[in-house]
């Protein structure tokens, strides 16, 4: 069976300094790969999504930055956070566009 | 533009009770996948159920029942004799294929209260 890791599970971080969370995918060959951030009180927002290695694209202009080195593993990162970089991270993975996404536990991130 | 429209912030019912969730989409595609999900308190996103716009027979799982209608672009969601376990927050989303991305729209949320 299919299995999607996150970490950390939680992170506070102050502004200005650098942010990487991973995201691994196990049981599974070549996922679409999905970064989404849900700020509090509100809905999930698509960061960016990957359907192979080293393919990337952006949904929102920010300072993140995502990367799939490895076929299962996708990260997110920033070189300086903001406030507003605060939220809760989700990856998501499905075999293809026609099926339904699974989310990971999650990364709840504090700037402060 | 796609859109998924959750009109219902916050829903709170007795235990038993059933409860609706109305989710309303638009999409200029005649190709396109709708979600159901649910986030309980630990945030985690759950799959409940996905639809295809081809198929718009309801589907029964337990006390759970989506009724799916392309006529008015909705997609409910109903939970028959609610449970404290129910409580989450409820998530609507759309994908359209033509975009082979997989990219999911998600409405804002429904957040269900379940009191004992």
């Known amino acids: 069976s299919q299995t999607i890791h996150q970490w950390p599970a939680t992170l506070v971080q102050p502004v200005g300094s650098p942010l990487s969370l991973e995201c691994t995918v196990e049981g599974t060959s070549n996922p679409n790969l999905y970064w989404y951030r849900q700020a509090a009180g509100r809905g999930l927002q698509l960061l960016f999504y990957?359907?192979?290695?080293?393919?990337i694209s952006s949904e929102v202009p920010q300072n993140l930055s995502a990367s799939r080195p490895q076929d299962r593993q996708f990260i997110l990162s920033s070189k300086k956070l903001l406030l507003s970089d605060s939220g809760f991270y989700l990856c998501?993975?499905?075999?293809?566009?026609?099926?339904?996404?699974?989310f990971g536990p999650g990364t709840r991130l504090t700037v402060t | 533009a796609q859109k998924v429209t959750q009109a219902q912030t916050e829903i709170s019912v007795v235990e038993k009770e059933d409860v609706t969730l109305d989710c309303v989409y638009e999409t200029r595609d005649t190709t396109y996948y709708l979600f159901w999900y649910k986030q309980p308190p630990s945030g985690e996103l759950v799959f409940l159920i996905r639809?295809?716009?081809?198929?718009?027979q309801n589907e029964i799982s337990g006390r759970y029942s989506w009724n799916f209608q392309k006529s008015t672009s909705s997609f409910n969601f109903t939970i028959t004799a609610s449970q404290v376990v129910d409580s989450a927050v409820y998530f609507c989303a759309l994908s359209e294929a033509p975009s082979n991305t997989g990219k999911l729209i998600f409405g804002q949320g429904t957040t269900l209260q379940v009191k004992p």
């Open positions: 998501a993975w499905t075999r293809d566009f026609t099926y339904e996404q699974y």
């Open positions: 639809r295809n716009s081809f198929d718009e």
């Open positions: 990957s359907v192979g290695i080293g393919q």
